[in-house]
Each structure stands twice: as C-alpha cells, then as structure tokens.
C-alpha cells in the first residue's frame, strides 16, 4: 500500500485530491503540502526516515502552477536525492507533458481530476513500485457492504481502478482524447500528423490539436493502412494531407495546411514515390 503526498497551494483542489486518493483502498496514507517549501520538508524529512521510516513517502501527488517554485521545480530537486519519491503531476495545463516525462513522471493527470483518472495513476504507482495490488480484506468488504434501503441480495463485485480509456474502447475509426478531464472521441480521418512528445503524441486536427498517451511508433503501426507515414523520427503525417512537398537547398520538407514539417534523409525518397504513385493512382 501506498504513502502518498499531495501537493497543491489551492486549499479546495487539494482536499478534493486528498479525498479521493484516501478513498482508494491502496492507498495507507495521504496527507497534504500548501507549497514547495512544506512538500521539500516533508520529502526530505521522509528520506532521512528511510523507506520504512514512520515519515516515508513513496508517491508524491504534485500540481505545476503554484507560487514560488513549480512542480516542476520541485521535481527536479526531487530527482537530486538517492531514492527520490515517484512523481505523479496532477495539473490543468497539458502543455508541460514532455517536461513532466523527461523528468520520469510516472503520469500526468489532467484538472479536474476522475476519480477513475486518479485511480489508474495509483495503479501506475503501484506497478512501478513493484506493489501488489491486492487490498485488505477490510476494505474490500467495505466497498461491497449493501447501502440501507438497498434491495437485498448479493451486491456486485467492483474493479478497484477503472483503465483510462484507449484506442481500443472506441470504434476503429475513433480516437479518445482527454481534456481537463473530459474524455471525446475524435475521427482518425479528422487528424492531419502527429508530433511526437516524449510519451505522448500531439493530434493536430484542422481545429485543434489533443494529447495522447500513445507512442508515435505505436500509431505509426496501427493506422499504416489507413495511409499514415512516418516522415521525420517526431511526425507521422495522413498522406491524402500533404498539401506541397518542397525541395530546396537539399532538404525536404511538406506543407500540411498551415504547417510545414521537415522531412529526414531516410524517409524522403520513400515519401517521393508514394506521393507519385497517388498522384497517377
């Protein structure tokens, strides 16, 4: 089970998160931090307890967006000690993912938080850290306890965490974003590249752009046949939206609406010929 600090300097979100981590039955303890300087104490009062010290901290909960130094900050001070805390950031701001994973982040968890996001970054946790996720017997019978006034009968058995959903939950044709919380679907053939960002990829759309926790190299697999190439090591870009392809100074690059990208050595002469042969196809 895990020993959780969440980090957060608004008092309303912060007791929102500690509710929620105190309610998953995984979790042993949870207690909270208003800024920087009472989470570094704590973690560093932890570290010097020991992993099994009574203070110990095996994940910290940390927002971004605070006064003084960010989470990013702190997780990067963090990342100075031995045996550092996991970190899990728990922001309303997708932009700072790659960041977030270059510094080891083991999620990051999108305001306002699902307490069925939330318990899919435990079980990360708990996965990471080599846990079991088995819970008490204690707190199993809890869950399951039938409410008054509820009709007799044997009450059903629920997951413990729920998996965000992926590309398989939806429709081959489908893709599931989320955004501050909220999960929508968006049409593959809506999407004109993607850009790799660390762990995740960026769909850019003609009216937007989503984050997904999906390798390009794994999309780059999965919609092949749906006329997806790679064209640089960071995009995968949808064929039939190559507006331009451009040759200059020994250099390719393609236009796709608004954007141009640059194509490497390695995938030019491919791009070339499958351009060709969809123009006398």
Do not use: N
């Not at 965000?164 to 679907?185: C, K, N, S």
């Not at 999309?219 to 190559?242: D, K, M, P, Q, S």
């Not at 393609?254 to 499958?274: F, K």
């Amino acid at each position: 089970m895990l020993r959780v600090l969440a980090v957060d300097d608004e008092k309303p979100l912060l007791e929102e998160l500690l509710y929620l981590l105190r309610s998953d039955p995984r979790v042993r303890s949870a207690e909270g931090a208003s800024d920087a300087t009472e989470a570094l104490r704590r973690v560093t009062r932890a570290l010097e307890s020991g992993p099994d010290g009574a203070d110990g901290i095996d994940v910290v909960f940390l927002d971004i967006h605070m006064a003084g130094l960010t989470g990013l900050d702190i997780a990067r001070l963090l990342a100075g000690f031995a045996r550092p805390p996991l970190i899990v950031f728990v922001t309303a701001h997708e932009g700072f993912a790659v960041q977030a994973f270059d510094l080891k982040a083991v999620d990051y968890v999108l305001k306002p938080v699902r307490p069925e996001r939330l318990a899919e970054a435990v079980r990360r946790a708990c996965e990471q850290l080599g846990r079991s996720e088995e819970v008490p017997v204690a707190a199993v019978a809890a869950a399951d306890a039938p409410v008054a006034g509820a009709p007799a009968g044997p009450a059903p058995r629920r997951p413990v965490a729920e998996v965000t959903v992926t590309v398989a939950d939806r429709t081959p044709d489908q893709i599931a974003v989320e955004l501050g919380g909220v999960t929508r679907f968006v049409a593959i053939a809506d999407i004109s590249y993607v850009e790799a960002q660390g762990d995740y990829a960026r769909l850019h759309t003609d009216e937007g752009s989503h984050l997904v926790r999906i390798p390009v190299s794994t999309l780059e697999e999965r919609w092949a046949a749906r006329g997806f190439v790679r064209i640089h090591r960071r995009h995968l870009v949808a064929l039939a939206r190559i507006d331009e392809l451009r040759l200059e100074a020994g250099t390719t690059s393609v236009r796709v609406g608004a954007a141009e990208l640059q194509v490497s050595r390695r995938h030019a002469r491919e791009l070339r010929d499958l351009l060709m042969r969809q123009a006398t196809g």
